[in-house]
């Protein structure tokens, strides 16, 4: 079974409508040999929050070094994004042993007429790849309600209900009361209730739960949550308990996600002895795309999936902190919600477009606008797409203005691929390489082998909306090129693997075609060019040592335990002895560490750190090289940075929430490297469908990450993280793919100097000169910016090699 197979077997699920009550998952899980039942869980329940909640949990109760599940819904891209497990997007292939495990019982429940649902199933599948994986908490969001909902299959060790407002009346009830009293059955057996209601909501869900503890700004509460205000891009939240204190910022802004917060650390400190530190790290690093997502400064530009009044009443007071002249708002709603009370609650727009999401429930664009202009002074325009409406609104904003997108997930969802989709280059130069690029996308065996005789020019693959995918495939087609697309069913909250094959002409021609298309396609366009061109701007400022060619970043290592040269040069004369060779042998780099990351290092405090690494940045400060500083403490890279360093080196991918910052603060190239965890678990086995792909996939967030901080793509330096929870396989893999990371615009890192990955051609990890030289001329064959390196002398002559292959006359005299 094909993962698009399986994929689709769920997605035809949703034939099914949805229906109060927890016997259909029992049964199902009954069927699987019911996995839920030694779980551990956190169930969230709300009609507001439940989803930011959920992952500050998720996001704390792994800081604290526990293994966490994470079941939320809906999802922006792709479904599997709903079950993670510490973080990462379930894999294809269990999805795909799911499905063959469970089949066969859905399909007879199904010739029964009580099929299990989409959301029954799914839920299903949460609970059965949490205990495949033996978390130690599964952190499950409620879908509807909660006293009938499938989530409700489990006994939680702790449960929040966040708030409580009028909906899903035709389930729950017609008042605030009766769907408070539903929520509260989440309540867990031998521990209090968490919960954010007040007034009359707060009192049905006393009559339910019993004990409970209360969240909220007031003396009367339980646990006091106050919101400071915004501070850059982050809330400032304190929150005090009984015998305990929070003082912290999260990036989801807003004075209701002070209280998110609040409920979240009591959770938290239900489920585990959680320290003050943990849960204020884990909650400033709960970052949630779609919620409050500023993409942009300049203009301000605000992704938030506001869908009802109040939480458009909450998206208009967060972006009142925020100083700006006209507002443009960007709306797209689904057709069973309050249109009138969502333009009302809208934060006084100049001009607002009216879009329609490409999902079958979306509300006509023309019905949203008579909505607006009864409700607004606004200049109310119409665009059918997301993603033109927004580039009507960009379009029309100054600099100082604000641009909205609101009204859905949805909307934000398509809004969000300007920023977040990657059109990744395929190197493919045979029928075999054609194939196994289109079936990578899930097209189908017969579809694969069709097409792929035209897949041996210039080949794209990126993901697009069904209607996209079809504009496209005609399109190509006409133009005598081929768009092979995923064999999933066309569905409203999925979009599509496509891979896009023609010359470069042909590609020219599509692009200038799709100018001033509907359905995003004229945003596509720009995206297309911007691809063919490698991404790159030759506009951009040319002043980093990687802009004329693979630079090399000569190791220098102040620490007794690294893997290939730990205590050789502890002493600052010995270290800056070492650094001003490798600068003689022709580095352009000099990157500093004074903390191992090998298997099993055992981490230092940010101190010690200091003191290992800036006396000897200082003594290299006035050299003619560039000095980057090896280490994931934004305490550190800000101490290091003072002392004279250029560039912040973080092995970690960001996982200190102030390095984004302080990289942004002193405007330096920040390296983002893809990493499972630092120091590497050298047990740790972690399951990749196609690494690159995985890799590439988790980088863009990242990326999104620093680059919402305030830094350009071409100062966020991506490493794949060779070495770094994969296997020798992997890395080669990794090796061997490197073009493909162009697709996320950024500068390319490879460090794979001595590294473990030689052993899978016999060579032993920390003494393998010659493989190294080898695999530093493979990367710098296919672009790479830099190579991070410990023999500076041999592998810059291996990148002369290499880049002279390239351009041979560029070396002539």
């Not at 030289?773 to 041999?794: F, K, P, S």
């Amino acid at each position: 079974m094909k993962f698009h197979e399986a994929a689709n077997f769920l997605f035809e699920l949703r034939r099914f409508a949805s229906r109060p009550g927890t016997d259909a998952t029992r049964e199902l899980l009954s069927s699987l040999g019911d996995p839920h039942e030694g779980l551990r869980c956190v169930q969230i329940a709300g009609s507001n929050g439940k989803g930011s909640t959920a992952r500050m949990v998720e996001r704390t109760l792994r800081e604290a070094g526990l293994d966490v599940g994470l079941y939320t819904s809906p999802h922006l891209d792709d479904v599997r994004e709903r079950i993670r497990v510490n973080g990462r997007k379930i894999p294809e292939a269990a999805v795909v042993e799911y499905v063959k495990a469970a089949r066969e019982y859905v399909t007879e429940r199904g010739a029964a007429g009580d099929s299990p649902t989409f959301f029954e199933t799914l839920t299903a599948l949460a609970l059965w790849e949490f205990d495949r994986q033996d978390v130690d908490v599964a952190v499950l969001e409620v879908g509807i309600g909660g006293r009938h909902d499938a989530t409700s299959v489990v006994d939680p060790v702790a449960s929040a209900v966040t708030s409580v407002t009028l909906e899903h009346t035709h389930i729950l009830g017609d008042t605030v009361s009766e769907i408070a009293r539903d929520k509260a059955h989440v309540a867990p057996d031998g521990e209090p209730l968490v919960t954010g209601t007040t007034g009359d909501a707060l009192a049905a869900v006393r009559e339910i739960a019993g004990d409970v503890v209360t969240v909220g700004e007031g003396d009367d509460a339980d646990v006091t949550a106050t919101y400071g205000g915004r501070d850059g891009l982050e809330g400032a939240v304190a929150i005090d308990g009984p015998d305990w204190a929070v003082d912290t910022h999260i990036p989801l802004l807003g004075e209701h996600q002070a209280q998110n917060a609040g409920i979240a650390a009591a959770l938290c400190r239900q489920v585990a002895d959680v320290s003050r530190e943990t849960l204020e790290r884990g909650l400033r690093n709960a970052h949630w795309p779609g919620r409050f997502e500023v993409m942009g400064e300049s203009p301000l530009v605000v992704l938030d999936g506001a869908h009802n009044p109040g939480s458009v009443e909450r998206t208009a007071e967060t972006l009142d902190s925020f100083d700006y002249d006209d507002l443009h708002v960007v709306l797209g709603a689904m057709v069973d919600k309050d249109h009138a009370g969502i333009a009302g609650a809208l934060p006084d727009p100049d001009r607002v477009v009216a879009c329609q999401p490409n999902v079958d429930r979306a509300e006509s664009h023309h019905v949203l606008a008579t909505a607006l202009t009864a409700a607004t002074d606004a200049e109310v325009e119409t665009r059918h797409d997301v993603a033109g409406a927004l580039g009507i609104a960009l379009d029309a904003a100054d600099e100082g203005d604000a641009v909205l997108v609101t009204g859905s997930l949805y909307a934000v969802r398509e809004a969000r691929t300007r920023w977040a989709r990657s059109l990744v280059p395929k190197r493919v130069d045979s029928l075999a390489d054609a194939r196994e690029a289109i079936e990578a996308a899930h097209v189908t065996d017969a579809g694969a082998w069709r097409m792929r005789g035209k897949g041996v020019h210039r080949v794209l693959r990126t993901r697009v909306q069904p209607r996209q995918a079809q504009y496209l495939k005609e399109e190509l087609l006409s133009l005598g090129g081929e768009c092979a697309v995923s064999g999933l069913n066309d569905q409203d909250e999925e979009s599509l693997d496509v891979v896009l094959m023609a010359t470069m002409a042909q590609f020219k021609r599509l692009a200038e075609k799709l100018d001033g298309q509907p359905y995003g396609l004229s945003t596509f366009a720009d995206e297309l060019r911007s691809a063919l061109s490698i991404q790159q701007s030759d506009e951009r400022d040319r002043d980093h040592p990687w802009d004329d060619g693979t630079a090399v970043m000569g190791i220098c290592n102040i620490t007794p335990d690294s893997f290939h040269d730990g205590g050789e040069y502890n002493a600052v004369e010995d270290a800056v002895e070492r650094a001003e060779q490798m600068v003689a042998d022709g580095a352009d780099i000099l990157d500093i560490g004074g903390e191992s990351t090998r298997p099993g290092a055992e981490p230092i405090s940010a101190d010690a750190e200091i003191d290992r690494v800036v006396p000897v940045i200082e003594e290299l400060a006035d050299l003619d090289v560039a000095i980057s500083v090896d280490t994931r403490k934004a305490a550190v890279a800000r101490a290091a940075l003072d002392a004279g360093a250029d560039i912040l080196n973080d092995v970690s991918g960001l996982e200190d929430p102030e390095m984004r910052l302080v990289a942004a603060e002193y405007d330096v190239p920040v390296v983002v490297m893809h990493s499972i965890e630092t120091p590497v678990d050298p047990d740790s086995d972690v399951q990749y469908d196609d690494v690159v792909e995985d890799c590439i996939d988790q980088l863009t967030e990242r990326v999104l990450l620093a680059e919402k901080a305030g830094l350009d793509r071409d100062q966020i330096i991506v490493d794949p993280g060779l070495g770094f929870g994969k296997s020798p396989a992997e890395d080669f893999d990794l090796l061997g793919r490197l073009a493909e990371f162009r697709a996320l615009g950024c500068p390319l890192l490879v460090g794979h100097s001595h590294k473990s990955l030689f052993s899978l051609v016999g060579e032993d990890a920390g003494d393998c000169l010659e493989a190294t030289i080898a695999g530093t001329t493979l990367a710098a064959r296919q672009g790479a910016d830099i190579v991070r390196v410990h023999d500076v002398a041999e592998n810059a002559a291996a990148v002369r090699v290499a880049e002279a292959a390239r351009d041979p006359e560029n070396f002539e005299d």
